[in-house]
């Protein structure tokens, strides 16, 4: 079959990827082998790429997130069987999804509800179940008015802002100049244009200097630091990139909290369950037009290195899906 490999550990640059013929997979009992049709490009990826984990092998196969039909099934595989149409968020320290096949544990598959294509569901996964993590996971949503969610038109960001608009939560958001239009889309409350103007000022004046109840933080620390200053008394701070110092900082003030989401650490778990719950939930809410796909571009596998590059030159909205067909 053919695979998008990092090909040795020297390979530190999605340039340096390759398109390689590799064997098909042989699975264990708990394993499923899956025939791809879609994935999901993540930023993720290319940092993988830069920075390898240190449990891979070489040649090792690159992607996280997938979508596909059961071609063969594990001995100890009930509720599974061959012909079903599953997706599923792989481990970042074994060999994964971008290729033809693919095998996972069936701990962590789910099944594609009727109506939902390979590809809307294979553009929920990563991103959206960091979203769905951050806001049903981490967050007392009891009494909770308002949300900032930070990087509204990136992949979870563009999820989040939707989840949250399902709980009733007021959402402001943020966004550079160029991706205003589409993220207007998704119906947040307030947009700030983090470019041009003050989001502290703006969050102050939309809750008349109360602060927000909830904020989910994608972009980094530096944010993150200020985000304290945003937070409301009872407040939560969700990181996805790195928490806030608090040497300063008095939480308990103010009963706040800062938590954050760990998607990928699931697999090293007992709850290894609860990425295939997530996934399901998603894909039901995708089922019901509760949430609307953010699929920006959809492009060939053969294309799945300069999509990546698009992710890190920070061109793209919504998300990227490459089809195998």
């Known amino acids: 079959m053919k695979a998008l490999v990092v090909p040795s550990k020297e390979s530190r640059n999605v340039s340096q990827l390759k398109i390689m013929d590799v064997a098909i997979p042989e ?94 569901a ?19 949503l009891t009494g909770k008015k308002t949300i900032l969610i930070h990087a509204g038109a990136g992949g979870v960001g563009s999820i989040a802002i939707q989840l949250a608009k399902l709980t009733h939560l007021k959402v402001i958001t943020t966004v550079s100049t160029h991706k205003i239009g589409w993220v207007k889309q998704l119906k947040p409350d307030l947009i700030i244009n983090y470019k041009t103007e003050d989001t502290s000022k703006k969050v102050a004046e939309y809750t008349n200097n109360v602060g927000v109840d909830l904020i989910v933080n994608t972009v980094g620390v530096n944010e993150a630091q200020k985000d304290l200053t945003r937070l409301a008394y009872n407040g939560a701070l969700i990181t996805i990139v790195g928490e806030p110092k608090l040497d300063n900082y008095d939480l308990s003030s103010m009963g706040q909290s800062v938590l954050s989401v760990n998607l990928g650490g699931a ?59």
């Open 122 to 140: 294979a553009s929920v996964l990563c991103n959206g179940m960091t979203a769905y993590a951050a806001i049903h996971r981490k967050m007392n």
């Open 267 to 325: 697999h090293q778990q007992p709850q290894i369950d609860d990425l295939s719950t997530m996934a399901a939930d998603l894909g039901q809410l995708l089922a019901e037009k509760k949430l609307q796909s953010i699929i920006t571009k959809t492009i060939s596998f053969d294309q799945i290195a300069d999509g990546l590059q698009d992710l890190i030159e920070h061109k793209v909205s919504g998300k990227i899906i490459a089809t195998l067909e």
């Open 27 to 120: 699975i264990t009992d708990d394993e499923i082998l899956i025939k791809l049709h879609a994935v999901g490009l993540n930023p993720v990826d290319f940092k993988l790429v830069e920075g390898h984990h240190p449990a891979w092998t070489y040649l090792h196969i690159l992607g996280l997130d997938a979508a596909g039909e059961i071609v063969k099934i594990g001995a100890n595989i009930k509720n599974f069987q061959v012909g079903d149409k599953v997706f599923y968020h792989g481990d970042l320290s074994k060999n994964c999804c971008f290729a033809e096949y693919a095998k996972a544990n069936y701990h962590y598959v789910s099944k594609i509800p009727t109506g939902v294509s390979y590809e809307d």
